[in-house]
């Protein structure tokens, strides 16, 4: 099996993000350290991420959260802030990561398994999983603002596009993406001088928020799982 593969499928994260863990050199194979690409290991090799070693989890995990602020989507900070996984430490004992990401301040809907496979189903830009967010800023946002957005505007040197719009108030706004890029909305009202006072994810495809409380979670069911696959499905074969 291909070394990112193991590592997605032990939990370590999304195959993408594995493959970036091994350039950065924070993997080692037999305590090989290993920083390119296409290493493969078999049942017999230790593979260890961090000093500890990986072992595939046999139960599969997946979980939507409501994400409250000044949490980061990571499995470790260097700055040794707050991390969503520790909102599951007393209740989840495998080892799961997020799907995508939000950023520090922003709450809401996130995803997290140790699927690897079904990360990058759902967070690949292929699919085409949308993702609802309300937006609440400081002062008026105009429509002229969301429809350039709508169109497509580049922002130090990256091209940002809204796949849709709802205004609620002048200053409280739905905003549909597909892809996400990091830390987008945020960049993009900074690029029109308008602060924001919450980024709020309330959806991914068609699993919705609800009621789900800040900081809780809880299992995705089988209904939820088989119509976010055929979604990504549906969308990769458009």
Not at 58 to 84: E, Q, T, W
Request: glycine share 6%; hydrophobic share 35%; aromatic share 6%.
């Amino acid at each position: 099996m291909r070394l990112h593969r193991f590592m997605a499928k032990a939990g370590v994260a999304s195959r993408r993000r594995c493959e970036r863990l091994i350039e950065e050199g924070r993997v080692k194979v037999n305590g090989r350290q290993i920083i390119r690409q296409g290493e493969t290991v078999g049942p017999d090799d230790v593979v260890t991420f961090n000093g500890k070693r990986l072992r595939i989890t046999a139960a599969p995990v997946y979980l939507a959260m409501n994400k409250p602020p000044r949490y980061l989507c990571s499995n470790h900070d260097p700055a040794g802030r707050p991390l969503v996984i520790d909102l599951l430490r007393d209740t989840v004992s495998e080892r799961v990561f997020t799907v995508g990401r939000l950023d520090f301040m922003s709450t809401g809907l996130i995803l997290l398994t140790n699927d690897g496979e079904f990360a990058r189903i759902i967070s690949h830009p292929s699919s085409k999983i949308e993702k609802e967010y309300l937006v609440e800023s400081r002062r008026p946002i105009s429509e002229e603002m969301l429809e350039g957005y709508r169109k497509g505007i580049r922002v130090e040197g990256e091209t940002y596009k809204l796949k849709s719009y709802r205004i609620k108030n002048a200053r409280r706004v739905h905003l549909v993406l597909e892809e996400g890029k990091n830390r987008e909305i945020r960049r993009v009202f900074t690029h029109f001088n308008v602060a924001l006072r919450r980024v709020h994810r309330i959806r991914i495809g068609t699993l919705w928020l609800d009621n789900l409380s800040p900081g809780m979670f809880r299992p995705l069911n089988d209904r939820e799982m088989h119509k976010l696959l055929a979604l990504a499905a549906q969308q990769e074969n458009a």
